[in-house]
């Protein structure tokens, strides 16, 4: 499974406690393996593949030995006093709205912009160049309202002022100054505007698909100029782009597969308190 | 695959599934040859660590290792989960 370390808003209280010995508490990246029961086999962080194929086999063998492993436990007063036991009453936004559609963002950089640089979340200049070319990843939802407007041909402008929020953060604008316009035609076609790092235009290109008044296909293209983000690792490929620089990235917006699990991964933003309107 | 990675494999609580068909490939053509190929490169079911049936709920997860008898392997990441997957 997995989860988020900064906000941690898809977990319950007694979840966070469940978890208070298991590395929810990792900075930036970590893993843990460990059983339904609350038996912790192994914990750890992890950037090289060889380094994490050793920790799941150490996990597996522990598994398969009864005993080995460290019995569930409460937390000691000293981690009831951590951090993690303060955190764990921070707003929990679990899921999307039961009418919600969810769909991904994906982006990465598509232009050179020369040598990536290092910082802590990329382990320093090791694994820079593999941030370079990784995929973000983040969630938007759409409210029924915003679904019903699409099916019927008209782009709503909560859901631009919603996507905004999500191009000012690639091109470190603040929200409620970047100006994003789009349109939607009577044929489905997606098109639109939105201004990018350092004042430089970019374009919005797409098309949606409907069927029984709900919205059935999206897919949205986004390309323009993005800037250096570092906020412990949520900006992912942005992070290691050399500061004054100002590339060009591709984001891509698609509906998820409600299938997988995956999509429910609450948005970065979910919890702000205006994010569905 | 050895025989360590195979048991490595099945034990993990993935469940491999197969993509399902993209919605987009009904879409109306809007796309260029090179805005195809962006958007192949950033489509999730082309993210190879997107293929694995991840579980976002402890709770779920916890069923479900119990009833397949595996134990849980959990991934955290700041902000964007899975996304240094």
């Known amino acids: 499974m997995a989860m988020d370390n900064v906000d941690y808003p898809n977990q319950t209280e007694a979840e966070r406690d469940f978890l208070i010995d298991k590395g929810w508490m990792a900075s930036t990246n970590g893993q843990s393996a460990f059983t339904a029961d609350g038996r912790l086999l192994a914990t750890g962080y992890f950037f090289d593949p060889r380094e994490l194929e050793n920790f799941l086999r150490e996990a597996l063998e522990k598994h398969t030995v009864p005993g080995v492993a460290t019995k569930q436990r409460t937390p000691t007063d000293e981690e009831k006093r951590s951090r993690a036991s303060a955190l764990k009453h921070k707003p929990v936004v679990l899921f999307p709205p039961h009418d919600a559609q969810v769909v991904n963002m994906t982006w990465r950089v598509i232009s050179d912009y020369g040598r990536a640089e290092g910082n802590d979340t990329s382990a320093g200049d090791k694994y820079a160049a593999l941030f370079q070319n990784a995929t973000g990843i983040d969630r938007l ?87 250096q983000v570092r906020d412990c690792g949520f900006s992912n490929n942005l992070q290691t782009i050399p500061a004054g620089k100002f590339p060009r990235a591709a984001l891509l917006v698609e509906l998820a597969d409600t299938a997988q699990p995956m999509h429910r991964v609450t948005p970065y933003r979910a919890s702000e308190h205006d994010y569905l309107k | ?38 958007c192949s490169q950033l489509t999730l079911t082309n993210q190879p660590w997107a293929s694995p049936r991840w579980e976002v709920s402890l709770t779920e997860a916890r069923a479900r290792a119990t009833k397949e008898n595996k134990p849980i392997f959990l991934v955290v990441n700041t902000g964007n989960v899975l996304g240094f997957v």
């Open chain 1, 141 to 227: 939802w759409l409210s029924a309202t915003e679904s019903e407007s699409i099916v019927a041909g008209k782009w709503p402008e909560s859901a631009t002022k919603r996507l905004a929020r999500m191009l000012a953060y690639i091109s470190g604008a603040k929200s409620e100054t970047i100006t994003a316009s789009i349109k939607l035609d009577g044929a489905g076609r997606i098109s639109g505007t939105w201004t990018g790092a350092d004042g430089k235009p970019g374009t919005i290109k797409g098309a949606v698909t409907s069927s029984e008044g709900a919205v059935t296909g999206l897919r949205l293209l986004a390309q323009g100029a993005v800037r």
């Open chain 2, 1 to 38: 695959m050895k025989p360590n990675a195979l048991r490595i494999a099945a034990c993990l609580l993935f469940v491999l599934t197969p993509a399902r068909p993209c919605s987009a490939d009904t879409l109306p053509e809007v796309f260029s040859a090179e805005e195809k190929k962006l």
